[in-house]
């Protein structure tokens, strides 16, 4: 099997499980209980607090949140501001946000909050200006931006964002969604991100375990408790820690760092598979011309389905995808590529290839070498293709539904 499908989910690999097993077995204990084992227990806890704080470069371990996922990070950090400052009823985020955000911004608009989305261009690239001018001093409660879109990979100017927003007003909250950029983007909230409140990601994008992520909350943000229940995490999120989880997350973000420093070689990877696909006529790289994610490629291939696509290429034992894991049951096109105007010719056909450190050469050459016929076969069965004259049929006859 060939999987590229890495910003869905990741591996865990054999040191990330060792360093979980103990605390599923002879080290078990609760660690707010009072006796001496469970000190092991809180022990661990700290101990991966202090290398997640490290990890995101953090100068106080206090600042790091436990939660369940990405997800809870998210509503944590944009719900417990909402709660923690009634007065502003002001949000500022994307068009092309993870549905983590997107769908708690709209619930909050049905509370009576405004929102503003903004959009990007036919890159992904944020409208600066429509930004800058969103940007209501006094009212603005907080600009929640994600750091890289899990689709296209494009990298937002995060740093840049948040130091307009805090000249604008200090008080108004910054959040970025890095679930996408941990462990492909050195993150330093001290330094380059120091005007970034709330900072999220996941442990399953970086080789940890599914039901683990990260709340990075600077010291004295305001923020009300998610989850409500004891004494944990500071009193900001009830409920016993997972240990075992928590520890295979602090393992994974050590492991991380040092894939960033081969960030070289996966950009090579992913040039490699651009090249080749787009050897095959009438296919574009989504985001291409805009700063990405090593890793990531979205290919549009013109007058096919992308399902059609999937399909053909798990027969081959590719793992891919279509855009968001989260989104990936629905039949409508991507509103992250929508957001960017990509035709309607090939909103539909368009495939993320996700790669990691484990992807080799070889991978990208057979995905390289399959992928012509793939598409020449189902060009054969789209409406929109001309089998005779081998290229797309009159385009001015087709009309786009509304």
């Known amino acids: 099997m060939i999987y590229l499908d890495n910003n869905a989910t990741t591996r865990v690999p054999q040191e990330v499980i060792d360093a979980m097993i103990p605390y599923f077995g002879e080290t078990y204990f609760n660690p707010s209980s009072m006796y001496e084992a469970a000190k092991i227990s809180a022990a661990a806890l700290e101990n991966a607090r202090k290398t997640v704080a490290h990890f995101v470069g953090a100068e106080k371990s206090s600042e790091i949140l436990f939660t369940s996922c990405a997800t809870e990070s998210n509503s944590t950090a944009i719900r417990g501001a909402a709660m923690a400052n009634p007065a502003r009823r002001h949000i500022i985020t994307s068009e092309v946000e993870h549905p983590a955000v997107l769908a708690l911004c709209e619930e909050l608009e049905r509370e009576g909050y405004e929102i503003d989305r903004i959009g990007v261009n036919e890159r992904g690239e944020l409208d600066m200006k429509a930004f800058v001018k969103a940007l209501k001093p006094g009212k603005t409660l907080m600009v929640s931006i994600m750091y890289a879109n899990n689709e296209t990979g494009v990298v937002f100017p995060i740093e840049h964002l948040a130091n307009i927003t805090k000249s604008t007003d200090p008080k108004i909250l910054f959040h970025t969604d890095a679930t996408q950029a941990a462990g492909k983007i050195a993150l330093d909230v001290s330094n380059e991100l120091k005007n970034v409140d709330f900072l999220s990601f996941s442990g399953h994008k970086i080789h940890a375990p599914k039901g683990v992520g990260v709340l990075f909350m600077r010291t004295g943000a305001p923020c009300r408790p998610f989850l409500y229940g004891g004494h944990q995490e500071r009193g900001r999120r009830g409920g016993t820690e997972n240990i075992p989880y928590i520890v295979g997350l602090a393992k994974a973000c050590e492991l991380a760092e040092k894939r960033?420093?081969?960030?070289?070689?996966?950009?090579?990877?992913?040039?490699?598979?651009?090249?080749?696909?787009?050897?095959?006529p009438y296919v574009v790289i989504n985001g291409r011309g805009a700063e990405r994610l090593p890793n990531t490629t979205n290919a549009a291939f013109h007058y096919i389905e992308g399902e059609g696509i999937l399909y053909q290429l798990d027969l081959e034992g590719i793992c891919a995808s279509s855009g968001s894991a989260c989104t990936s049951g629905s039949?409508?096109?991507?509103?992250?590529?929508?957001?960017?105007?990509?035709?309607?010719?090939?909103?539909h056909g368009s495939i993320?290839?996700?790669?990691?450190?484990?992807?080799?050469?070889?991978?990208?050459?057979?995905?390289?070498?399959?992928?012509?016929?793939?598409?020449?076969?189902?060009?054969?069965l789209s409406p929109y293709w001309d089998n005779e004259k081998q290229a797309p049929r009159d385009m001015s006859l087709i009309v786009e539904k509304k």
């Open 331 to 347: 039949l409508d096109p991507s509103h992250v590529l929508r957001a960017m105007h990509v035709p309607f010719t090939a909103v």
């Open 260 to 280: 960033i420093a081969n960030n070289d070689r996966m950009t090579a990877l992913r040039d490699r598979l651009e090249e080749g696909l787009l050897k095959i």
């Open 352 to 380: 993320r290839f996700s790669l990691s450190d484990e992807t080799t050469e070889a991978d990208i050459d057979h995905v390289i070498e399959v992928m012509p016929k793939i598409v020449e076969n189902l060009r054969k």
